[in-house]
């Protein structure tokens, strides 16, 4: 294992510098952590990093332009940009409803992407 | 080509007070101004004050028109309905020394045909002016407050109405004389006009030398200025100055009331290259606050809520005193071609006097009949803020638009914003809105209604966000939409 | 709530109104109505419910309260669904003009004027952004200068794109957050300027916002200068000491169109500063007692307008103690409080929230200490009689501490002080 790396931890506000050995497969605490619930943070970050997913996404016909979306799970950090370009080419028509899935598998991740708000359709006067 | 018989360039308090003095004829008349709005330029950036004509020379154009000027203005504002308050100045002395300068201005004042000129000691200021620590001052009843861009504004929606084309965002590229008309290149295209008015401001002198080789040269002197919360408007009631500083051709860091209840502080006289350099600086926004202190030893720290300057168009160089009166003339190879030129404090209180001077020169020119079609009066309805229960109530049951407040801070309707955008000038930025309903002019700074001013551009004027501005042609405010309606 | 058909001025009667309708101001008006207030009603200027958090897209929210990430929508919605199942009167799209010492409210919608005489007022009008003459930046005025709130408005409710080359002038986590979403969004975020040596927010908002982004953060930093006559075209950032005063020669020029503001939030209380509540010159809101009443009767405050909260789970807490409370107070006209004592900030504390108790027992006080360190010990002193002792293993003034304690009788009759003071250990 050769590449050591400080990971700042973020279970809680004062974020220690977590210093790790880790090759993408092994995984080694050098030291840094205040408390033991940064080991698991730790480990994460250093094999498999992945981020909740939230942005917005285009609704026709809607009291509001947008409808807020999260991802249905944490997305592998490489994959974050191919949802996103995903999201960025997807309209949906109003209404749409909180918790509906707009996406389904996106990015071939095998993760939604699931509305956060509810948008109703546009009053015409 | 389109051909009107007067060309106004410049869209200024002078430009917009001939435009409307021209308005009452039969004529056509343009005004062509550069900005996205009228009063762009120094006349939105000034202390909106009235002068009196104590500052002036006895026999200088300054005066005799600031004097005259002064006079024009209550009638003015009955007509036009802008706002103006007779609160009066105090010239403060702080030592013996500086009474000599007091009784000096008062001698030039009363030369000047100014009323009401008094020396009034510290007690008689203290009482009317608590705040204010001085040795005496010098009492000037018939100094007036205004809004200079809602003055200007006036005018000119005025002037619209009766008429006169205003041309928003041209710049002249080019001016010729051919036979008998002025050919004016424009970036909007060619236009002829009988007779051309140069009321350009600052670049009064670029419009000369498209037509002769000037005989002067402009010097730009920024003043910078700085805005106090309204929660500090009981500080003072009248103007306070200084002496002014020998030498200097300004009157010095004053301490102005204005009609929204927000003082001002300035403004400072800085000699600058460029004529378009209109940033503050912290140097000067220091400088400005402590030398306020001086006059107002209790004004604190956090009041400030914005800052801007103005440039004012100079004639005399900082080396000969900085101090030169108006050129306000027809030129004697181009006739026909009038100029105004060196325009500066106290060009304001003095427009409407100067405009009725050009209607004389171009009355030597043109002849001039009076159109019975002429309306004189504009009416500006009161602010929803300004108006009792009732008033709103039944304002509100024939448009709810006046029921949706937009600006929490002013608290500005979505009517208001709809009238302001629909102004006769077609000026649509985003400080059109704010310089004729207040929106966004509060201590959020725009924070709250810029979404909703955004939104009437869109549904209620079809504009394009990309195509929505601040207040200038490039100004853009938005990169499009974030989805759809474009390629990523 | 009744409502006559009159045109001119319509007229209700209420036990509790809460004027906003964001998290403070549900969480205020659910609380109330479960705690026996029969009739409550929400006033908010906007179109929607739930204040700020319907542009928070972003997770996080409501983890301390309810143990699961949201979104700022997400929240929102939980809140705006109980009001509704408890039949809360929503008043959207109404503006508060004033109201009196009588507790009658001045409102304004399209419908028209209304007055509301209410029991007991919940003042939760949230706050607003600084601006960029708050900490006075000069230059030139151009377009491209946007509070960090105000552009994650137009990028997150409206779908506008207000700039495209950025820099984010302080790092609270709402610029944090821009940053990322900006990012998101195409843009290209040239770094966050921080005047102090640490980030203002969250370390997961440092990592997963900048790091993961390789967007640089500038501690110690500051923007000096603005360029651009129309259109913003440069900003000056510079160093400053430990004094905060800008080291000349550190001046770097960065170009950019646009400049986000994220210099922190100004609770906002024109309507209480108009009827004379007093306000905490420090915290900026309402000067409180334990049952979070202002100084005047019948009036309560919660939510940012209070103070400035780090968290809506907290914010909420608190909100719910001032909707119990006034709901409490229009069922029984309790005669008027005294003021028994005063709680002062003594060395370490910035301030802290309630500053006045007018009854003995159990009191949550909130608090910000001056600066930040570690093992710090907090204690609560009336004249020589300790009642509050806690170890703290780090604090921030970033980071709001919350604390109860047992304010007993027998202090109160001795002492009119309470003071609070962090000692290290």
Redesign the interface.
Known sequence: MTDERNITCIVCPIGCKILVKTDGAQFEIVGGNKCKRGIEYARSEALDPRRMLTTSILVNDGEWPLVSVKSSKPVPEEKLFSVLKEVGGTAVKAPVKSGQTIIKNAANTGIDIVATKTVLTKEVD | MKNFQVAIIGGGVIGSAIARELSMFKLDVAVFEMGSDVASGASKANSGVVHSGINSPTSSLKARFCVEGNKMFQSLANELDFPLQWVGKYIIAKNEEEVRDLEHLKKVGMNNNVPGLEIKNRSEVKKKEPNVSCFKALWIPTAGITLPYQFTIALAENAAENNVVFFLETKITDLKKQKNLFLIKTNKGDFQAGVVVNAAGLNCREVVSMMEEPDFQVYPCRGEYLVLDKNYSSLINSMIYPVPVKGSGVLGVHITPTIEGNILLGPSAEFIGDPYDKRTTNETMNTLFLEARGIIPSLPDKAVINAYSGIRCKLASPESGGWADYRIEESKNMPGFINLLGIESPGLTAAPAIAKEIIKMISHLIELNKKNSFKSRRHRRKRFSEMSAEEQSNLIKKDEKWGRIVCRCEHVTEAEVIEALSNPLEARVLSSVKYRCRAGMGRCQGGFCTQHIVRIMEEHFNMDVADMRLKSPNSNLFYGKTRGNQSD | MVKPEV???IDYTVDVAVIGGGPAGLAAAVSAHEHGAKSVVVID?NSWLGGIL?QC???GFGVEETGT??????YA?MYIEMAEKQGIDIMK?T?V?QFDKKREI?A??????HKIKASAIVLAMGC??K???NV?I???????IY?A??AQ????????????NVIILGSGDVGLIMARRLK???ANVLGVVEILPYASG???N???CL??YDIPLFLNHTV????G???LEQVTIAQVDGEMNIISGTEKKIECDTLLLSLGLIPEN?LA?NIGIEIDNITGGPTVNQYLETTLSGVFACGNCLQVYDTVDVLSADAENAGRSAAKNSAIQKKDKKIIAKIVPGKGIRYVVPQIISEPGKVHLTLRVEKPGESSVLHMVAGDKEILKKRL??V?PA?MIGVDVDIPHEVLTSTQNLEVILVDR
């Open positions: 045109i001119k001025v200027r319907p897209i972003h997770d990430s949201m979104t700022g929508p997400e919605e799209e503006m003009l001045t304004v919608n399209k419908k028209g004027l607003r952004e601006t960029r003459w006075m000069s230059g030139d005025r151009p377009s491209g509070t709130g105000v408005a137009f990028i997150n409710l409206y779908n506008i794109m207000p700039g495209k998101f969004e195409g969250l370390p997961r440092v990592v997963q790091e993961d000096t200068c603005i360029d006559k129309e259109r024109e500063n293993a780090w921030n980071n």
